[in-house]
């Protein structure tokens, strides 16, 4: 069986506003009405392949989880880098449990952010992918190049192998300038590295002992120094904190003389920008993609999307304009890779638009400000089926819930009872408390905060269901 690990890392900057530190493009329905990494995981739940193996940080670990569980996966496994090393380390923990499972296992290595059109085409070359990795080759996956882009790397193949539409490669070239991009589109024989990988683990491991032992040796201490749960591998920390940072490009695939490239057309897109997203959509007769409460006059060739406030333009051509609850982006088609400036400039500046959206997504549910003054802070909860908050107190604030719908059972001090829609209870400062949802349907209240100090830090996690630290 194929053994897919599926890379749940990465930003996405370029897909601000709707792409935030804390809730990435890859958690995002952008494409369809499944997120990115929904439809990845989608990709490789056939007869063929055993349950993935999912690559994440330690922030996203309860969302990746929870895109397992909408996806039926039950024995996922998910690995917890404490700090993000590329795909090269990556790969090898990946390569490492996979023997531990199965000693021949062949490992599918998958971004979690790309769209993939064709998915027949995509089963096809992962069958030919299988048997170049049985031959001990290391597999990459070159998609057609059809414009100069300079955000790829491209491959250029050599002489055929044994194997119908597989290929030695002759020459990787990282992110080349737009010139040489523009020579070797008209030259052909180039196509783009799509960063999609497969090869059996014992082959990649022989190869990184060869061109970075140093990796290696670091990636299975971590492995060896992990805890284990239920749900999460937990790398040893200060292991990893050693270990090389690199891509599986770069570290291995550029030097390795295994390399081979199986040139598929399967309608891919990293779904890297929103002028990706433009070319990927269903346009209108004017050329624009439209998505969302917007009404739109004399436009064309544009992007416009909003996810709360209505969006509302007039005259315009060749725009991309993105609203969200909290902010709004503009930008002509062109400049759209400059997203990613806009967005280190949130950082610097410690503006919360670049961590999170309004809405903020928890191992238990969400919650939403609706409204703060001096002294004060009311939230928006809604508190998932089946979940609870941790048991805990607050130094700085007291609160008052008043559930909207569903039932609630509330932990005050030494006092558990029941509140229902329009009941609500007060929760004294200092004092223990936790809130749990025992129904099939989503518990819905709002919060009112009163104090002088509203931080995230001002929790005292007494029990946690999910393992947290006391700031989460």
């Known amino acids: 069986m194929i053994f897919p690990v599926i890379l749940c890392g990465g930003s996405g900057t370029r897909l601000w506003p709707m792409s935030r530190a804390t809730f990435p493009k890859q958690f995002l329905p952008l494409v369809s009405e499944q997120t990115l990494l929904q439809e990845t995981i989608n990709r490789v739940t056939g007869a063929e392949f055993s349950a993935p193996l999912m690559i994440s940080n330690e922030q996203h670990r309860f969302l990746v989880a929870e895109e397992l569980r909408k996806s039926g996966v039950t024995h996922g496994k998910i690995v917890l880098e404490p700090v993000g090393r590329s795909s090269a380390p990556a790969a090898t923990v990946a390569a490492l449990i996979a023997q531990e499972q199965t000693p021949d296992a062949e490992i599918l290595l998958l971004p979690s952010d790309h769209a993939i059109g064709d998915t027949q085409a995509f089963a096809k070359a992962i069958t030919l992918a299988q048997q170049a990795a049985a031959a001990k080759r290391l597999v990459t996956f070159g998609i057609s190049a059809t414009a100069p882009e300079t955000g ?20 990787f070239i990282e992110k080349p300038p737009l010139n040489d991009a523009k020579s070797m589109l008209e030259k052909g024989g180039f196509a783009w590295n799509s960063g999609m990988f497969m090869f ?48 599986v490009d770069v570290t291995v695939m550029e030097k390795t003389d295994l390399a081979a490239v199986i040139p598929v057309d399967m309608d891919w897109s990293d779904v890297g920008s929103w002028s990706k997203l433009w070319e990927l959509g269903q346009l209108d007769s004017d050329h624009n993609l439209v998505v969302g409460d917007v009404i739109a006059s004399e436009v064309s060739n544009s992007y416009l999307r ?37 967005v280190e400039q949130l950082r610097q500046d410690q503006r919360p638009e670049y961590i999170s959206h309004l809405k903020v997504h928890r191992p238990w549910g969400w919650y939403q400000g609706i409204g703060a003054g001096p002294g004060f802070q009311a939230k928006r909860i809604c508190v998932a089926p089946g979940r609870r908050i941790s048991l805990q107190y607050h130094e700085r604030r007291s609160e008052h819930w008043t559930v909207v719908s569903g039932s609630a059972i509330v932990t005050r001090g030494d006092e558990v009872f029941e509140l229902s829609a329009n009941q609500s209870v007060h929760i004294p400062q200092r004092e223990n408390h936790r809130l749990e949802n025992p129904t099939s349907e989503p518990l819905h209240l709002i919060e009112v905060q009163c104090g002088d100090y509203f931080g995230e830090d001002d929790i005292v996690r007494l029990e946690d269901d999910y393992q947290r630290d006391q700031v989460t």
């Open 200 to 247: 059996k683990a014992s082959v990649w491991l022989e190869e990184i002992q060869r061109h970075a032992p140093d990796m290696l040796a670091a990636c299975r201490k971590a492995l060896d120094k992990a805890s284990r749960d239920h749900d999460f591998i937990r790398l040893g920390a200060d292991a990893f904190a050693e270990c090389p940072e690199g891509s």
């Open 306 to 342: 909003s996810e709360g406030p209505l969006l509302a333009a007039i005259g315009i051509d060749n725009l991309v304009a993105v609203a969200t609850e909290d902010a709004v982006l503009i930008s002509t088609m062109d400049k759209v890779d400059d997203v990613k400036l806009i």
């Open 152 to 171: 790829y790397g491209y491959i250029q193949a050599g002489a055929p192998l044994d194997i119908k539409g597989a290929f030695e490669i002759d020459l």
